[in-house]
């Protein structure tokens, strides 16, 4: 079992930085995929970034590219997003996730395998 808890969401201005985090805890977090997903409301689950098992390789959602940063560490068991330049269209739940196959990184959230509560980052215009 996998327990997943986000923080740092907020209320920003277009153009600022939040730094999203995920704590991690139950089996071993190292040797997962992790991965950030969001939902806006009326919308489906979107992929947004995710870091195969030793940080060799990550992969961006279209919409977030150059703009969105994932790291992890592996000591404290926890996954970053960092987000610049933010827009009212990123406004959403965060999710941080957990895919088993630590060397791959899959795009769908059906694949994923455990998932946090979410945390709210709401963009004003």
């Known amino acids: 079992q996998v327990q997943l808890v986000e923080s740092g969401g907020g209320l920003v201005q277009a153009g600022d930085s939040l730094r999203l985090s995920c704590a991690a805890s139950?089996?071993?977090?190292?040797?997962?995929?992790m991965g950030w997903f969001r939902q806006a409301p009326g919308k489906e689950r979107e992929f947004v970034a995710g870091?195969?098992?030793?940080?060799?390789?990550?992969l961006y959602g279209d919409s977030v590219k150059e703009r969105f940063t994932i790291s992890r560490d592996n000591a404290k068991n926890a996954v970053y997003l960092q987000m610049n330049s933010l827009k009212p269209e990123d406004t959403a739940v965060y999710y941080c996730?957990?895919?088993?196959?630590?060397?791959?990184?899959?795009?769908?959230?059906?694949?994923?395998?455990?998932w946090g509560q979410g945390t709210q980052v709401t963009v004003s215009s």
């Open positions: 996730g957990v895919d088993f196959p630590g060397h791959i990184i899959r795009i769908r959230p059906d694949e994923w395998d455990y």
């Open positions: 139950g089996r071993t977090f190292s040797a997962y995929t």
């Open positions: 870091i195969t098992w030793n940080g060799g390789r990550t």
